[in-house]
């Protein structure tokens, strides 16, 4: 199953499926749709999977078995690819909580999110290789700006499997937090990335002409969250 919970304005989907080590089955892309449709609306997406062994452990090869046409397995490919493209294209910042090992298609849909926070013991691949396929939702693709052309290459054409210190020397992982203090330490880090401006500071990192970026500033200056702060801020400095 895949569950939604929404707190003041940070959307968390949580895919729960401990049977199958968060492995993503065709009901569970459904279910990620529906979930992100929930989480419209709010300034912050965090995915994540259920408990601290896996994040999410690739796709669900027992019910992805059934799949044995070029037509079938393309159409599921397609089908997850769009579930990642949401979650690239999300308006908010978005975050995936590698909570457990992401390999496979798991290190893929990390790669969706625009920062990726990982507790210190985990690992993270693109062992696809290992069955003789390849990277199938679009995290090839997007491998290459994180880490380099000759990196990605060499990650996913090998399938050399990472910790979670090695992923963040590449730039794959952007914090490697302690499993100590992992759940309160990723939350707090979501809690401030939830807000418009953040929201407004990828869009212009994303590509926004001169234009775009002096206007989603000026949006951001005369709106009410922004005068309620500059007040505190100049009530502090009496």
Known sequence: MVD???DDGLAVITIDRPQARNAIAPETMEQL?????GAQGA??????G?????????????QLAAL??????????????AVCDRIVAFPGVTVAVLNGHALGGGAEFATAADIRLAASDIKIGFNQVALEIMPAWGGAERLVPLV???????????????????????????RVLPRET????WR???RKLAHRAAGEIKRVMKGASTDEAVAAFARLWVSDEHWAAADKAMNRAK
Do not use: P
């Open 182 to 185: 992992f759940d309160d330490d």
């Open 4 to 6: 939604l919970e929404l």
């Open 33 to 37: 749709d529906a979930a992100l449709d």
């Open 148 to 174: 380099g052309y000759s990196q990605a290459l060499l990650l996913a054409g090998t399938g050399q499997i990472l910790s979670a210190a090695e992923a963040e020397r590449l730039g794959l992982i952007d």
């Open 68 to 81: 044995r046409t070029e037509e079938d397995a393309a159409a599921m490919a397609r089908q997850m690819r």
């Open 43 to 48: 300034t912050a997406l965090v995915v994540k």
């Open 50 to 62: 259920a408990g601290d062994r896996a994040f999410v452990s690739g796709g669900d090869l027992k």
């Open 188 to 190: 707090a880090i979501a």
